[in-house]
């Protein structure tokens, strides 16, 4: 598991944030920290205000925040939260892949392949893909988002689903997590294969207010910048490197 140091908190202005409680290494809900909140953080920070994170599905952080539950929106998009504000830069980049075991030997050269495989997604997938995902998801023999994201991991290799569909870099951190808990069982050891089939997804901060989002933009643009926010990541690369698999 990984560890860091406590960011200090002082005395500023609190907004209320939802993010994803299963999307390690960008949100770590144990230590309160990962790569999203450090830079959330940090831009809202330099504008003098704290964080108070909700930690949710993406399901129930998008009904809270569009009922005005919550301030910030980690991930949300413009169909599923019509009336937010969107910061300019992104907050998160997410290389979502599927995968399956080597042995099945599958072939997925596109999205429209997904369709005659049993499939688990991570939450509300069917919304936040492109919209060729949501016709194949309805096609698949056996279709299910699961909030708990290292449940598709585990589901892919005991042979529950064919294929998940998940952010890579959160797949190799619960495979690893996984391989490190049992470190002597042969399912976890299983040969994978990844199939590149979705362009990267950009998930801008969603916001109800102008001057928070303003607020942030210019947070943001000091990160980047100051060379911060490019520092943040390094520190994350730097610690992944010696826990995520390959």
């Known amino acids: 598991m990984l560890t860091f140091f406590s960011i200090p908190a ?17 949100v770590i809900r144990q230590n309160e920290r990962g790569i ?29 925040f569009n009922k005005g539950e919550l301030d910030i929106a980690c991930i949300t998009s413009s169909s599923a939260s ?9 907050l998160i980049v997410f290389q979502n892949v599927a995968i399956s075991l080597s042995k099945r030997n599958l072939s997925l050269t596109d999205i429209p392949s997904l369709g005659d495989y049993r499939i688990t997604a991570f939450n509300l997938a069917s919304q936040l893909l492109p919209d060729n995902f949501a016709a194949e998801a309805a096609r698949s023999p056996a279709y299910q988002e ?8 585990e589901a892919l290799f ?15 951190y619960y495979l690893s997590q996984l391989r ?3 470190p002597n069982s042969p399912v976890y050891q299983q040969q994978y294969q990844y199939h590149d089939l979705f362009e990267p997804t950009y998930y801008y ?14 947070g943001m643009e000091i990160l980047i910048d100051s060379g911060e926010q490019d520092k943040i990541l390094q520190r994350y690369e730097r610690l992944l490197a010696d826990y995520l698999i390959r």
């Open 146 to 153: 699961l909030a708990e994201q290292q449940k598709q991991v």
């Open 158 to 172: 005991s042979g529950e689903t064919d294929v998940i569909i998940l952010e890579q870099t959160i797949f190799r």
């Open 82 to 90: 019509p009336g937010a504000l969107f910061s300019r830069q992104p």
């Open 205 to 218: 901060a969603a916001f109800h207010s102008k001057q928070l989002r303003d607020a942030f933009d210019i």
């Open 10 to 26: 002082y005395s500023a202005e609190s907004v209320r944030v939802g993010c994803g409680d299963s999307i390690p290494p960008y």
């Open 36 to 64: 999203v909140l450090d830079i959330l953080r940090r831009a809202l920070q330099t504008q003098n205000k704290t964080i108070n994170v909700s930690y949710n599905s993406n399901a129930n952080n998008i009904a809270a």
């Open 180 to 182: 490190r808990n049992h």
